[in-house]
Structures are given as C-alpha cells and as structure tokens.
C-alpha cells in the first residue's frame, strides 16, 4: 500500500515561507519534513508525519515548477500558470536571489565559469552549505551576469529592473558582477579577515568612481568596466615618488600637518616614503589587468599591513592619508601645472576610494588584532574601538574624512551609495 | 442565419526557442475555422512576435458557430522542412452568440500542447456578427444561454420552468480508430480534443433546440458528461433544466437585496446572509427532499429474492429491482412479493425501444416475444441489470396509486400539478435549489442503477441504444417517485461508471412535489396565492411528508412536525439537493461520508456484469447503513446533497457516498445507537461492548457540542439518550452476505423506533464500528460541507481558495479482504481530508465547501480519489451577526440604488456618469447634484461611492473592450521596460479570476454571467521521470488547466467563474515506458462580480493592467 500519486492545486497557488526556505536551502523533503516536525509545525494539529510530508512534497514541486519562472522574474509577473498575489511574487523573487554571505565569500571574484561549478563541492564542504543551495546561488551569480552583461547604464539600476531585486540585494548584485568581472582576488589567507559586505562597500566606491558609468556621468555608458584612461592618468601620479624633491616636499608637508595630532607620528615620519611609495605603486600599475586583479592584496600587503605592524589604529591612518592627499594637492608643482588640475581631481578619486578600502581594511584587521574576531558585522565599530587609543570613533571619523574630502575636490558628481555608516 | 466570425491575432509571448541554433523562434499563427483557413505572416526571430494582423474573417452558418471551435495554431516556420507546431488555443465562441453575455473574446491565451504542456501566450481579438435567423426549421438555437449553476442564477428571474432537457451524441474514438496506429499521439490526442469539442458544441445546440421547443431562452443545471467507452466508442451527453429566465432590472435587484437583507435577521440566523448569492434569486426558498431513513429493513439480496413487502424498504433499500441474467437462461428474478411486477425485461437494454413507450415498460413485464426477438439481435451481451436505492420493488408497482391517494389537503394541489407535469415524460430538474415556493414537499432520494455490457457503436448518427438505456433508468426514477406520492424528481443527476465493457449508469434525484404554478407562466403570484394551501411555515413545509400515512410505500415512522406540529414528518431526510434557503437548522452541518471497498473477482463480459450485479446491492446497502450511523452519530436527522459514487474496477467496486448532515429542527431528535453483543455470557465481552457503547455516547455528546447543536426544547421523544427502551428498538442490520438469511426473520414494520442496533455479532461488525468511530473530527476552526451553503455561518470573508486534489492509491497486498480493502479505502479518504485541513490552516477558521469526491479505480490495485472543493473563510465572531445584517441590509440597499443609477448613465458614457456617483438616493438626483448628499450617513456613503465607483469602472472596462476600433498593439519593447521601470509588481499584467465551485462568491455581487466555460484537456508525456514521476505530471497538468481556464474567463472580460467543476480526471500511467495521459474535463460560469463590503478587491487590480497589456489602447 502506498501512495502513488499526491497532488493539491489551489487556485491561488499556496506557498508557505519556511518551506519556501527549506527548498532554497536545499533540503531534501525528508530532511524538510524533519526540521519543521521539530519546528512544531504539528503542534495543535491533529496531522501526523504522513500528511507533512505529502505537504511539504507538494510545495516542493511547485517551488520547482515555479523556479523556471523565476530564472526570469520578469516573467512571474506576466505568466498565467500559477495565480501567485503580487507581494508574494515579490517574496518569491527576494529569497531565491537571496546568497548566503559564507558561500559569496568563497566565490566572489572568481570567473563565474563551469570550472568554478564544478568546485562547488568543495565549497559545500567548506561552508556547510548544502551544495544544491550553493549551485542555486552560482546559478543566480551567472544569471544576472549573463543579463547586466551587455546592458547600458548604472549596475544597480539594471540589475533592479531586470530581475525585479529589492534595492539592497541589487547592490549586492551589483559588487559580485563588478567583482567577477575583475576577478579580484580576494580568497588570499591575507584577505580572509574581510566579509563579503566588506568587499560589497568597497565594489560600490570603485563602481562609483572608477568606471567609465562614473567619469562621464552618462547613462548609456557601462557600469561594469573600469575607465581604462582614468587608470592610464593614473600613471602620471608616480612623479610622487620618482622626483625626489617633491618627494621630500609632500613629506613634509604632511608631517608638517600630522605633528602632535597623532601618537604615531614617529612612525609614520619614518615609514612615510615607504607607504607613498607603496600606494603610488599601486595607482601606477593598475592598466595591467593582473595588478588589477591584485588590488587588494597588494593594498594590504603594500599599506595596510606596515600600517599595522607600526601600531597605527584606524583613525591614524584616516588621519594620515587625509593630510596625505591634501598636502599633494597644494603642491606647488601641481599648483602650476594647469594640465594636470584636472587630472587631479581624479587621483584624488583613486587615492579618496583607497582611504576609504583601507579604512575599511583596517578597522577589519584591527578587529582582529583586538581578538575579537568573532564580532560580527555590525559590532565592527566596537571592536574597533575597543582598541586602546583610538579617541574617535571609527564610523565618525571615516564619515567626516570622507565627506571633506568631496568638498575639497568638487567630487560632488556622484552621491556615494554607501554611507559612511556602511563603510564601517 | 449565417454570421460572421471575425477573429485578429495580435502578439505572441514567452514563446519556447524552436531553433537551437539561434535560440529563437520564426512563429506564425493558423487561424482556423469549419474548413477555412487563415494564415498570419511570418514573425521571424522573435520569442515575442508582434504580428497584427488583419482580421481574418469566416463567413458561417449558426449552426457550425454552435459547434465548432475557433482553432488557433501556432507553428514555427521553418524553410527546409515541415513547419514545426508549437501548439494551440481552442476558443469556444458560444458566449459570443447570445446578445446579453460576452461581446468579444479579448486576451492572452495560453497555447496548449498535448506533449509538452503549456508553451508561451497568444493574445487574440475575436468577434462575431451576428443575423437574425427566423427560420423555423433552423438547426441553430443561438441565444439560448447555458449555466452550470444548478440555481436561478443570481441576477436573473425564472419567468418559466419548462423542464427536463436531455440529448447525448455518439462518436467514434479517435483514439481507438485504425490511424491511430500510424499518427503521433501528439496528432491523435488534438483529434480527440477537437471531436469532443465539436460534439459537446453540437450536443448544446441540440439541446438548445429542444428548450426553444419548449419556449425557453436558457439552461440551468447544465451538466455534461464524456463516457470514454474505449473501444466501443465515446459518448458525450447532458442533461438540464429548461427555463425561461428574465433579467432582473435594477428594481428587481434591490428587492432582492432587500428581501435577502431583510429575512435574514427575522428568521433569526437561520438564513444565511450571503449577500445576495443565496442561491436563487426572487429569495430562493429550496427545495429539500427529505430522503427518509427510516429504520433499515429488509434487504433482499439478489440471491435470494425473499422479501417481505411489509419491510420493503425505505430510502435505501436496496433491493434489486430487475436483475436480468443473460438471456440464454432466460430467467427473471423478481423480487418475492408478488405485488411487485418490477421487473425489466432481460435484455431490455439492447432492444431500442421508442422513446415514445417509455413509459410504463419498467413495470410490466415484457412480452416474451420482444425479448426473443431482441436476444436474436443481441446475443452477445445480455446481462442488464437495475437497482434502486429507495424505493422497494412494491413501492414501484403501487407508486401510481400511492401518489393519488395522498392526503386530501394535498390532493388538489396535487392533481393540478400532475397534470402540468404529467405531460412530460421527465418531470425532473437538475436544480438543487429552487426559487421560494416552487418546492412543497420532498419525500426522499431516489435512484436506480443499471450495468450494461458495452457494445461498439455503429452508426453515430444513431445513439438509440445509449438513448435507450438512460431512458429505462429515468422511467425507474419516476417510477419511484410517483410511490412515493411525488410527481417530480428535484437534484436530479447521471453518472456512469466503466471499467472495461461494463457500464454501470446511474441516476438519482430527489422526490419531490412541486408548485405547478412556476412551470407555467406567472410565478410571480405565487407566494400569495400558494399560502393558504402550504399552511405550514416556511422553514418547515418542505420537510413534510408527501405520502399519506396510512398508505405508506414503505414502513417509515412519522411524527408530528416539531415546526407546527401539524403535519407529519419522517425521522430522517436524505436528499440530493441543496439545504433551501428557508430550512430551520439547529447548529452547524457537517460532511458525512460513507466509504466501502468490495472485491469483486475478475471475469469478463457477462459473467463480470453478472457478478457486479450481484455485488451493487449489497454495496448500497451497506453504505447506506454507514450514511445513517454517522448521521446518528453526529446528532442529526437529515442529509442534503447526498451523492453515491459507485466505480467499479477490475477486481473491485469501491462506492463512496458523501452528504452533508444537518439537524432539520422540523424532524424529530435522533435517537442514539446501541450495541448489543450476541454472546451475552461472555464477561469480557460484556464489558468490550459496553465500552464501545461508551464511546459513542460520548462521541454523540461530543459532535453535538461540535456542531452546536442544541435543542431547546425537549420533544417527548428520548433525546440524546442514546438507550432506549428495549421494545422501541429497531434494530440496522449489516448486511453481509452471510447473514443475509437473517434478514428474512426481522420485522422492523412496526413499533417505534428512536435508536438503532448495532449487533456486533461478527468480527465485521467490530471493525466497523471501529471505522465509525475512528472517522477524525474536524479539526478546529475547520467546518466542512458538500453543499452550498454551510448552516450555521453566515458571515463569510471575500477570502476563498478554490483547489483540486487527487491521491492515487496503490494496493500492493495482492490478498486483501473486504476489510483490510474498506480500512484502506477509509484511511485514504481521511488522511486526504486531514491533508486538506494542514493546509488550509492559515484560513481558519474556514469551511470547505461543495467538497466533492471522485472515486475511480483505474487499474487493478490502483484507487484514485479526486477532490475539488473551495475554502471560505469566515469571522469567528458570531455576535456580531446581527450587526452584520443590519450593515449587510443597508449595504445592500445602497448597491441597489447604485445599480438603480448605473442604469442609465452608464450606458451613455462613464465619463460623465461619474461625477453624479457620490450623489446618493435617486436617479433622478443625477441632474441636480448637491441634492441630499448631506443627509447621507457618511460610512456608507463612501462604500457606496467605492463600490459604485468599481462598478463603474469595470463597466466602462466592458465597454472599452466592447469597442475595439483600434488595433491592440502591445507596447514595444522599450516603453514597456520603462513602465515597469520602478520595482511595480506587474503582477498587474495578469488579471486575478477567482474559481469558485458554488454558485456565488462571498462579500460580492455577480452582475453578469458571460457564458458557459467548457473544457476538455488531454496531455500525455514520453518523459514521465523527467516531468517529476506522476505527481509532477499531474500537478503541472492541472495548473495549467486552471490557468487556461482563468485565461479565458479574463478574455470574455469576466474575473470569477462560478459553479465549476472538474468532471473527468481519467489517468493513465505505464511507468515502464516512461508514459503518462490524463484527460480533464471542467465546467463552469464565467462571470463579472464586483465587490459589496470591501474596496479592496480585486476589480482595480483586475481591469488597471488591461490597457496596458491586454486590450486595445
């Protein structure tokens, strides 16, 4: 005896939302059926396991009936199979493009290929998370990629519109297109410390700044690829470092400025052309696709972590990078040079978006250092804090630096998406 | 009489990629209809083509406009070999024909393959022009309108009654043809959908004609069936109920509103409110056939045929009536009693007797000659064989002169209508629920099956033999129910059961006597004229008995009405029909359900029809028994819409009865049950029967409070006592075949009789109870009901879930006993329903309504339950009531005063019409607008401005779909990726039609019915594994059903359809080959409603995106 065959259609198709969550989570219906037994799903219900089960069956099947449509969201809206109201289709859209950060984490700027599926495994081991989930994710990945791909006009707008995505989960979208685009390296054991909303803040200042979208203010241009002349201006930033004498100006400059407002001060005389040298380096190299890809381990490696080994806490390097590229901005040379005020404003862009990663950075590794790594996102600010000397706090800091800088450089062009507050 | 058809196809979208090489399709669309053809240009490399076409026009008679389909095909084009199909749309234009329902067919439709299901949307315009046609020997009958609804609809008036429509037509299978063997099944399952398209086209032209005969203008109560012979062909056939109905104008609205509105609280919550979708409209007072139980009695089996005619039964005695054996051994059984002449000619099924003798041949015996004759023609299969469910074998002989000697009050009234309906040779109805005062009495259930051996149809032009059949068996029918003094059957339906070549027909009704006044013209008098006859009030009249006491058909226990005390009235009511509308109920009803799995052993033609025979009377018997245990059970006295399935298979007949119970205040209380062991001096047996009878006294005790059931006033009868005197004790047999010789030593004709017996004598009996006592209660918040209306609740939310499910079972025991077999078929149907509870929780509390069970037995060990049925949910709080009924009331009131205003106005232009809406009380007011707006008490001032406020707009919606004079052009790409530029759920793009399986919608008001909606899907797959196993298949396939079926009630502009149902779901599977086919067939009203309380329905939502998306701009 057994039952064959079990189907319920309602008119208006019934879905229930832990369910709903089970099925993205990948769960096999038996494992469902197990966790909303001890979920209490029964309790007050004269039904017993047999009937769970052949729910949960059911509403599995229409999940995977309803999934085609959703590869689509568009076409959710305007289908006639399944008669789902409108706030539940919206539901449906936002926790099937929902991703777990762990398994983001994992993949995140890596090519969004069949090698890469076929290393999900792996990443299902690692995480914990199911691997039909994860594949579910990858899919996701893939998908909007493949549909903001060839798409003029903002990221975040077209991945918006074309896949119906809350604003938030666009943005999101939006920084793992951009990242895998680029192929950012970001799995280094040096980066391992950084979230993946880390790496969303800092994807959402270099699409606002440093794409082709950004310099032209235009909407048919692309979002998605860096402004290969904006890299190439870039270059001419090295006279920082190669002509000696401006050199020693720009150092002393700074130090002029930073002197007994910071208790690092004699490190950072010391280390001052090591790190200028380090980012201008950076900035330099940044027309080769493979440094590109390196971004950010080179930032740590080249700044973040001298920084850190000198003890700097975060305010001290908000402080020293803000005198850093404000004292370059009133250097004579570049004073005269009407050429290059122009271009300016743009290194400035480069050097204002590096503060902001490497502010980010820092706060994360002085998380760490704190030992309290186990923090969570949102308690950054704490961790950070709970660091000996830092007098300010961190997300105020970042936040005034951040908004005098606009200021001083007319870069009102673009409002920043992430509010100080999300940057750390 | 010829008109035109004019038809234009408009955009294609979600196409599937029909070229792999450019993930793209080049579609084009084949317009066809009759032999015509027309062609749309080719739309290339697009999956949402735009083609615009012209209009293709077809020049048509009427005639082939009834029957035939438009067929839409939409193929991909492709240069260098055959066009390949990617599917296609059957527009059933029939709603376009008559001038009140549909004026055009406007919208996306989903094109259907057989094979893979639903495959991308068309949007098509369709219009017809139509000629008057005055001839009077046209084959056409445009303009009769048809309604599932087995009520007056809603915003009609039934002028006329005429009667009993019939008609079936007969056709080869295309399946089962020859060039089956070398088409695709994809080409054989679209001839398939065509032909029945076609004959259920020609099947309600020709039933039109017979209501324009009759001098009617519409159908109600329309139910249509397929028997899927196989082999020996298809047959489509329907039944109705002919009227003459008038639109009611505005006047006539309010005063229905009003009178709704105002019983409702007077009749002191007896009457549900549901706005006005109380189911007939001048006040439907229903019609309620009483069945009686009365205690059981004999039972002849087949074997025997002894019977005593003083115990001749009652409502379900099921005593074969007409057994006939093959004709070589030429043996009539009859019943024992020689009163009885109730016996069928053998063979009478295969000789096509005229219509016209119809009549008396059930109970006279045929001259033997006939039957020789017909044995020469019709060797072959020979084994007919009928039953009856209510009515004895005696009752059949003396039914003629039992109805004449009814009572003398009644006799007049009586003769009167005899002779209105005598002249007709059915005086049925397919209704379930009638206009007040149409019904008077209703005296029980009456039915009467048949098994046939099926045999090839050879002329389909022909269908005498089918004719025939179903002819025999509404003779029987009648029979019955003149013995039971009643001159008309109410809730009539048929059904067929087949299994290989047997056929077991079925039909049942309800007995009833009714007000000849509606069958002819003027109904209108009739409730003051009819009064002084129908003394007794409303709520109770219809229960009392329409036979004279002293000369009973059966042995039944009467008792003074607990309404009036003047009349009599049986101790229990089993009927067909709905609960009317006017039925005192104490407390709520419930479902009741009698489920019964027999075995049967496998053999082949005859000797399986003689066999099955055998079996059907026990079956009924047997369910019967368990239908009234139940409704003991449950503290109740009455049953309404009682429906008995009986499939038979292969190696089984599995029969399932479901009814709801309620507690009649105008039938006595029922008394209890008791147990009594056989064995007395067995002390532990002793105990293990008072312990069952505990149980059941407490379950008694317990369902009463469930239902809230109190009764107020203690009649002198034992109430709730479940024990009663010994000497009062009938005794309820089980009947098994073992015991049958028992039977004959009971005499159950006398005495009074308050509570059964139950002997448990055998470890059947045992297991029975068991079964009885272990059906799980509803859990809380949950009420449910196979009828319309639910006694007892009235305030009911706009929330409504319609939905289907279906279980297959597989028995995988190969020795399985009667018992093992019945507490599996009993587990299945309960677990079914506790499914359904799990998962309509989040609506509680709510009750499921018109449940409605299908039972099939599609292989050997396979047993297939399909249920259909709509959740509603409903405010707990029933103080409010009263409350409710007030707002209700003058809720009501300003709807109908809108209306009042909506006339005129509206028709001229909804533009300028609205600004005079808020206006209140008047259509004259129209002119001067300031008038009394101040006077009006604010609240329902602004419901009254929202609701008319919709109304208007979705008439103005009609009208904007009324005209089309521009061509709809979908938006292009780019304006419409900018609409939807911010995050807008187009959720809008598709309209939300709401499918309900009763004929009203809770909390809103149908005004218009668009046409009939009726549909018939096969789809089959090669990939069975890969569509998700069998549950995937027909999970998918029924969605798609719906979504077709919302598709085209959206296209005639409606947003609900009503009355419908799912009347075939044959599946098939050969997991083997990886192979699957199911066939589903529904019906229903399309229809517009708009909403009473709440604004926030769904018209806004409905009619915005329409001129965005799906009509003409």
Known sequence: ?424 | MPGKLKAKIVAGRHLPVMDRASDLTDAFVEVKFGNTTFKTDVFPKSLNPQWNSEWFKFEVDDEDLQDEPLQITVLDHDTYSANDAIGKVYIDIDPLLSSEAATVISGWFPIYDTIHGIRGEINVLVKVDLFNDLNRFRQSSCGVRFFCTTSIPLCYRAVVVHGFVEELVVNEDPEYQWIDRIRTPRASNEARQRLISLMSGELQRKIGLKVLEMGGNAVVGYLQCFDLEGESGLVVRAIGTACTLEKLSGGGATNNAQHTANSSPSKDMKEPVFGDECPSNPLSSGPSTPLRAPPFTSFSPSKSYSRQSSSSDTDISLTPKTVLFPARLCLYLSPSSPALSSVAPPISCQTSRPPGSGMAPRSTTPPPSHVAQSEVSMLRKSVSFSEDMLLAASGMGSGGSAGKEAGPLKILLRQQTQTALEQREFPFFTLTSFPQGFLLHVAGVVSARSVKLLDRIHNPDEPETRDAWWEELRQEIKSHARALGCHAVVGYSESTSICEEVCILSASGTAAVLNCRFLQDGCLDVLSEHRCDDSAPPGCGFCHVPYDELNMPFPAQLSPCCCCHRTKVPDVLFTTIDLPTDAQVTGKGCLIQARLCRLKKKSQGEGNATCISNLLPFLEYELHTQLLNKLKLCGMNALFGLCIQISVGENMLVGLASATGVYLSALPSPGGIQIAGKTPNDLTYDQHVSSIQRKINDTIVKNRELYEIHITEVAEDVIGSPIPEPRQRSRLFRSHSESSDELSELDLSHGKKDAFVLEIDDTDAVEDLHSLLTDAPTPPGFYSCNTEIMPGIYNWTSAIQMFTSVRVFRLNNANLTNLGLNKIFNELCENLLKSLYFKLRSMVPCCLCRLNFTVAVPEDELIQVAVTAVAMSFHKDQTQEANKAAQAHSQMKAIAETEEQLQFPLELNAESASPLSPKGSGPQDGSNSHGRAPSVDYSSFADRCSSWIEQLRLRAHTIRRGSIKTSSSPLPEGRSRSLRSTRSFPGSSVSVVKMTPLSFIPGAKIVKYLGIINMFFIRETTSLREEGGVSGFLHAFIAEVFAMVRAHVAALGGNAVVSYSMKECVFMENPNKNQAQCLINVSGDAVIFTRESDQEGHLPQTSHPQPTEDTPP
């Open chain 1, 1 to 424: 005896m057994s039952v064959e065959l079990d189907v319920f259609v309602g008119n208006t198709t019934i879905m229930d939302q832990e369910v709903y969550q089970l099925w993205l989570s990948g769960y096999t219906v038996g494992d469902a059926v197990k966790v909303r037994m001890d979920g209490g799903v029964l309790d007050g219900c004269d039904a017993s396991a047999e009937v769970l089960r052949s729910d949960t069956m059911d509403q599995f099947r229409t999940f995977q009936m309803c999934e085609r449509l959703l590869h689509n969201p568009a076409k959710l809206a305007n289908q006639l199979l399944f008669q789902i109201p409108p706030d539940r289709q919206a539901m449906l859209i936002d926790r099937y493009y929902a991703f777990d950060d762990a398994f983001v984490r994992e993949v995140l700027g890596k090519k969004l290929s069949k090698g890469t599926k076929k290393d999900l495994d792996d990443v299902s081991s690692k995480t914990g998370i199911l691997l039909k989930s994860c594949r579910r994710q990858f899919d996701n990945f893939k998908r909007v990629f493949k549909v903001v791909e060839e798409l003029k006009g903002p990221l975040v707008e077209n991945i918006r519109q074309h896949l119906l995505l809350s604003d938030r989960l666009a943005r999101d979208y939006a920084a793992i297109v951009f990242f895998a685009n680029h192929r950012f390296e970001t799995g280094k054991k040096k980066l391992q410390y950084l979230t993946f909303q880390d790496f969303a803040f800092c994807a959402g200042e270099l699409i606002s700044h440093w794409t082709v979208g950004a310099m032209d203010n235009q909407l048919e241009d692309m979002d998605v690829d860096l402004d290969k002349e904006f890299l190439q201006d870039l270059k001419e930033l090295k006279v920082l470092i190669t002509d000696k004498d401006l050199l020693d100006q720009h150092k002393s400059l700074v130090c002029t400025a930073l002197r007994s407002k910071t208790k690092v001060f004699a490190e950072m005389e010391a280390s001052f052309k090591n790190l200028s040298r380090g980012l201008i380096n950076i900035a330099a190299k940044l027309t080769n696709t493979k440094d590109v890809r390196d971004l950010f381990i080179d930032l740590v490696e080249k700044f973040i972590e001298p920084c850190r080994s000198d003890r700097w806490v975060t305010i001290d390097v908000n402080l020293y990078l803000t005198h850093y590229i404000n004292s370059a901005h009133i250097l004579d040379t570049f004073k005269h040079q009407a050429v290059w005020n122009s271009l300016w404003d743009e290194l400035f862009k480069m050097l204002t978006d590096i503060q902001h990663v490497t502010v980010c950075f820092l706060v994360k590794m002085g998380m760490v250092a704190s030992g309290a790594s186990a923090a969570a996102e949102g308690t950054r600010a704490t961790a950070a804090s709970s660091e000996e000397p830092v007098p300010v706090h961190p997300t105020q800091f970042t936040t005034s630096i951040s908004f005098s800088f606009r200021d001083m450089l007319n870069v009102g062009c673009r409002a920043w998406p992430h509010s100080g507050s999300q940057a750390c």
